[in-house]
């Protein structure tokens, strides 16, 4: 087995301290920092998200696994923004305005930047006003809007329809929550509706044309 095909084991099982020796291990060996992501970081956590799709593992696994990823990558940013590597794509994501629920956020975080994806992580209660600003900041190709409560819903199709109105760059914009569905995903005009963070790496990568 090579090490490349270890520290994707190690990942997507979660052991933070062979994913890190494995990191440096293959570095040491020559690998350049944008393989170790490329081939073997990106495919344990796609992994890890299949599996959850499957309901092999539940949300403790994939934050287990995603903080080994962490751990790797502690060891290989600076390697990469040396080498002026960065993610090809970036999003930015948050709760909406009157939503503090973060878990299915914080999940479909981690799996895109498991996909390679920049995340700006505007955190919860985030207010229309503040998708606008972040778009016309960070310039992303997606944007993330959660809700977990039946009562901030209607927040996602404002947010929706404020990012529409704005002067901001165009986006592709992706909602996803308990109460919501597809239907409602179309009712409001988002671009993509996702039940679960292996799916929403599925759908962000289609948007993005990656696949």
Do not use: C
């Amino acid at each position: 087995m090579t090490t490349l095909q270890e520290l994707a084991m190690a990942v997507s099982s979660g052991n933070r301290k062979a994913a890190k020796a494995l990191t440096i291990q293959a570095l040491d060996e020559g690998v350049s920092p944008g393989d170790l992501v490329d081939l073997s970081l990106v495919p344990a956590m796609a992994a890890v998200g299949e599996r959850f799709k499957n309901n092999e593992i539940f949300v403790p696994e994939m934050l287990i696994a995603a903080r080994a990823m962490k751990e790797s990558m502690t060891v290989l940013e600076p390697r990469l923004l040396a080498a002026g590597i960065t993610p090809k794509y970036t999003a930015v994501i948050g709760t909406v305005e009157g939503d503090l629920h973060d878990i299915g956020k914080n999940l479909v975080s981690v799996m895109w930047k498991g996909a390679n994806v920049q995340v700006i992580d505007l955190g919860t209660n985030v207010s229309s006003a503040k998708f606008v600003e972040a778009i016309r900041e960070h310039k992303p190709q997606v944007v993330g809007l959660s809700a977990l409560l039946t009562t901030t819903m209607p927040a996602l199709g404002e947010t929706v329809r404020v990012i529409r109105a704005s002067d901001a760059p165009p986006v592709k914009i992706m909602i996803g929550g308990a109460p919501i569905n597809q239907h409602y995903a179309d009712e409001i005009g988002a671009d993509g509706y996702a039940p679960d963070a292996g799916t929403a790496v599925d759908k962000i990568l289609t948007l993005l044309g990656a696949i």
